[in-house]
Antibody
Framework: EVQLVESGGGLVQPGGSLRLSCAASGFTFSSYEMNWVRQAPGKGLEWVSYISSSGSTIYYADSVKGRFTISRDNAKNSLYLQMNSLRAEDTAVYYC?????????????WGQGTTVTVSS | QSVLTQPPSASGTPGQRVTISCSGSSSNIGSNTVNWYQQLPGTAPKLLIFRNNQRPSGVPDRFSGSKSGTSASLAISGLQSEDEAAYYCAAWDDSLNGRVVFGGGTKLTVL
């Protein structure tokens, strides 16, 4: 079964850091691009970051550029999101999602999400 | 404020056909393909349509997508109560070094 499982969410103070992980199974992880997408409470979907299958190409949303770092370890079938200088507006459910090959905005596999709360 | 514009709400009765619009610009819908998602409350989004009008396996053919210029539409025919959900459009945007952009979402109510 194709599956993505996020972990690492929690409560953090403003200015703090958190590292999210996404464990992939059931498919050849090293062959697929990946995205992080978030959803603030009661709000819509917001794309956060993209990484190519090899990790050589990376994109970020302006709202997180310079504060978040996406990475992957293909040997461990894992995707990561290092989040620094967290702000209240980063509070959201964070999903890792796998795009259909060649269609970065068309994500056919999603994790269940992990909740990040930034509050003092 | 979302880059792609969707109506915040839509409604229909069982069996009816409803459409949800998504408006963008030349840097996103005008030059890239459109994708649609369905999100039921408390769950992760589900891909309904990719590459403008393609359905992933398992998605009923009641769901269809189309694109014209800088706008796109999702049509749902034979509306069912389980279709009550939020629907989002998404596309790649060529501006700002590249990014994925979403619509603000449309809450569909089945009356």
């Amino acid at each position: 079964e194709v599956q993505l499982v996020e972990s690492g969410g929690g409560l953090v103070q403003p200015g703090g850091s958190l590292r999210l992980s996404c464990a992939a199974s059931g498919f050849t992880f090293s062959s697929y691009e990946m995205n992080w997408v978030r959803q603030a409470p009661g709000k819509g979907l917001e794309w956060v970051s993209y990484i190519s299958s090899s990790g050589s190409t990376i994109y970020y949303a302006d709202s997180v550029k310079g504060r978040f770092t996406i990475s992957r370890d293909n040997a461990k079938n894992s995707l990561y999101l290092q989040m620094n200088s967290l702000r209240a507006e980063d509070t959201a459910v964070y999903y890792c999602a796998r795009p259909v090959p060649g269609i970065i905005a068309g994500m056919d596999v999603w994790g269940q999400g992990t909740t990040v709360t930034v509050s003092s | 404020q979302s880059v792609l514009t969707q109506p915040p709400s839509a409604s229909g009765t069982p069996g009816q056909r409803v459409t949800i619009s998504c408006s963008g610009s030349s840097s996103n819908i005008g030059s890239n393909t459109v994708n649609w998602y369905q999100q039921l409350p408390g769950t992760a989004p589900k891909l309904l349509i990719f590459r403008n009008n393609q359905r992933p396996s398992g998605v009923p053919d009641r769901f269809s997508g189309s694109k014209s210029g800088t706008s796109a539409s999702l049509a749902i025919s034979g509306l069912q109560s389980e279709d009550e959900a939020a629907y989002y459009c998404a596309a790649w945007d060529d501006s700002l070094n590249g990014r994925v952009v979403f619509g603000g979402g449309t809450k569909l109510t089945v009356l």
